[in-house]
């Protein structure tokens, strides 16, 4: 590469929204850059899939490969959640489209997805750190950036550039635009587990969350024997605790009822990791010459495990939209309205549910008809049905873009 190159497209990360949104460009036909700060494969937490995220895998022509990479097949999830009622859960294959998603290693499902924008003629560089975006007024035009081990500063001119930095949020830092979510304030600690009990049949590879009076745990098995089991609870809880997270983690982990019974007789076979402040949402998806997508955008809660669906589901939407602003220039602000439109609807909704969720005061019934309430006010739904459904991530972005196209 030159030190200057011009691309129709700039995308900023290479995780699973950067990589997706590059991907589906180019398959459309256009010169797309992705500059990844890390070097693939890379750790990342968020192992837990759900079936919102397979149509763009379908889309990218991924499902093949991923199902033969071996991994834990997930077919729904049990809960230990709500008011004094056991165990109780959910099937995908309620939401009908897709009877299971995956617990992954996210290193190689993250690196899977990368390739595959390579493969489609994606150019992408790995251990490159974006310094700043380029203005021309107040439009964006591209990125400086190095690479590893060359202190040379280089510049790539966008047409259009796409933020999927996650949480490092370059430009949500550089226009100010991170709001927090104060009530959904978490700190998550988690490690991985070996010779956990595991439950049989199609139930062996489901997510199980529990809930405890401060609190929740995951427990995620995945292909390789381990287990990850994880932790949640309120920043504020944490810091008057006095204590440290991993001295919480393994008291807590002592007081759960299902987690505890899986856990007996395993080991911990790795430290503890964490982190906090996961929930919030920008105020602009998009201005001139920019748009976010996936962590970049916005970050709800792990509860129901739909961070990487929402980054996926968000580039098959933004994808379609810069492939329409790229030839048509001045339908720019139209069409990036419609996308953060659709967007921010999808990301609410989502938000809506979980913060209903965390009331464990509740019985399932209840967050069944609230489900129904959100996506099937008319009821031609089952209400075990739609909470399948909005655990599934199936009603969404895409759904609603492609309304608008088709207007």
């Given at each position: 590469m030159s030190e200057e190159d011009e691309f129709d497209v700039v995308v900023i990360g290479g995780g699973p929204g950067g990589s997706a949104t590059a991907g589906l460009l180019a398959m459309k036909g256009h010169r797309v850059l992705v500059l990844e700060r890390e070097k693939f494969p890379r750790y990342h937490i968020g192992e837990s899939l759900i079936t919102g995220l397979m149509p763009t895998l379908e889309d990218l022509g991924l499902l093949e490969r991923l199902d033969a990479m071996g991994f834990t097949k997930k077919y729904g999830g049990t809960l230990l959640w709500g008011?004094?009622?056991?165990?109780?859960?959910?099937?995908?294959?309620?939401?009908?489209?897709?009877?299971?998603?995956?617990?992954?290693?996210r290193a190689d499902f993250d690196a899977l997805l990368l390739g595959r924008a390579r493969e489609l003629g994606v150019t992408v560089v790995e251990e490159a750190t974006v310094k700043s975006p380029v203005f021309e007024g107040d439009r964006v035009v591209g990125v400086t950036y190095t690479e590893r081990g060359s202190k040379q500063v280089r510049t790539a001119r966008s047409k259009q550039l796409v933020d999927a930095s996650g949480q490092t949020h370059l430009l949500g830092n550089e226009f100010d635009l991170i709001e927090y979510h104060d009530d959904l304030r978490n700190i998550a600690t988690w490690a991985y587990w070996q010779g956990c009990n595991l439950y049989g049949g199609t139930k062996a590879g489901d997510i199980i969350s529990e809930n405890l009076p401060t609190g929740w745990f995951w427990f995620i098995p995945l292909h390789d024997g381990t287990v990850s089991v994880g932790h949640v609870t309120p920043i504020a809880e944490y810091k008057a605790s006095g204590k440290s997270l991993e001295e919480i983690y393994t008291e807590r982990l002592a007081q759960t009822e299902e987690i505890k019974t899986l856990t007996a007789g395993a080991r911990r076979v790795s430290g503890?990791?964490?982190?906090?402040?996961?929930?919030?949402?920008?105020?602009?998806?998009?201005?001139?010459?920019?748009?976010?997508v996936g962590d970049a955008a916005a970050f709800i809660d792990p509860l129901l495990s739909t961070g990487v669906t929402l980054a996926l589901r968000g580039s098959r939407a933004l994808a379609d939209a810069i492939d329409e602003v790229l030839a048509n220039p001045s339908s720019e602000t139209e069409v990036l309205d419609w996308y953060e439109h659709s967007y921010r609807s999808f990301l609410d909704s989502v938000l809506e549910f979980v913060r209903f969720f965390y009331d464990r005061t509740k019985h399932k019934e209840d967050y069944w008809d609230k489900a129904q309430a959100q996506i099937d006010p008319h009821r031609l739904r089952p209400r075990e049905m739609d909470f399948a459904r909005m655990l599934s991530g199936l009603t969404g972005i895409d759904d609603i873009f492609s309304k608008r196209k088709a207007a």
């Open positions: 008011k004094n009622q056991g165990t109780w859960g959910f099937r995908f294959h309620e939401s009908a489209l897709y009877e299971h998603a995956y617990q992954v290693r503890f990791r964490n982190i906090k402040d996961w929930s919030y949402t920008c105020t602009k998806f998009h201005g001139p010459g920019w748009t976010l």
